[in-house]
Structures are given as C-alpha cells and as structure tokens.
C-alpha cells in the first residue's frame, strides 16, 4: 500500500512565504516522478510543478520564477517552496506521486489528501 501525504499549509499574507512538504511511503518499487497540483474553489486542477530524479522539473507558466520544486537524492519527499505568494495562488495543493509498484508494472498515480493554502491580507 502507498501513502502521500502533504503538510505545511496555512494562511499567509501577500508577498509572504511558505515551503509544502510531501512524503510517501509504502511499499513499493519506485517513486518515478511527482508533482503537486491544485486546485481553486470553481476551478479545475491544475498542475503546479513536476519534478523527475531530483533534476527534471517543469513548471506552470503563473509560478516560475516565484516557487521551487525539489526532491533531495531522487528519494521519496518533494517539497514546493513557494515565495512572492499571491491571492490567486489560493488553492487546496495535492501532491502527486507516479509510483512502480513492483518493477515492471505501468505507472500509477497516488494523490495526497490535498493541504490548503490561502494567501490574503
């Protein structure tokens, strides 16, 4: 069974700061990529950041620049540290792990429960 699990949401002021932590655990083969995506009340979700190994990232268009994806040694926690943090960043961020469950299996998909972030005044 694989577990994600995020932390380190909360309320912060524009312009302010905040560092989201993801780790998964279970058992399995390997954590190919992960990613957190979010999503805005009304909207759909949408992909933040995507990082494979620890040195393959991609980034949405709206945060590069202002948030940055990492995962030390390639291992099994992402962080996202998010700086200059604006009021349209408010959103539930999911975390999003591509896991080999047993070595030639296709790719799977676990998400995490989602942690809120609200950045308001």
């Known amino acids: 069974q694989v577990q994600v699990v995020e932390s380190g949401g909360g309320l912060v002021q524009p312009g302010g700061s905040l560092r989201l932590s993801c780790d998964v655990s279970?058992?399995?083969?390997?954590?190919?990529?992960m990613a957190w995506y979010r999503q805005a009340p009304g909207k759909q979700r949408e992909l933040v950041a995507f990082i494979e190994t620890d040195v393959i990232t991609n980034y949405t268009n709206a945060v590069k620049g202002r948030f940055t994806i990492s995962r030390p040694g390639g291992g099994n926690t992402v962080y996202l540290q998010m700086t200059s943090l604006r009021p349209d960043d408010t959103a539930v961020y999911y975390c999003?792990?591509?896991?080999?469950?047993?070595?030639?299996?296709?790719?799977?998909?676990?998400w995490g429960q989602g942690t809120q972030v609200t950045v308001s005044s």
């Open positions: 999003n792990a591509g896991i080999l469950v047993r070595e030639l299996d296709p790719r799977r998909d676990f």
């Open positions: 279970g058992t399995f083969f390997t954590a190919w990529d």
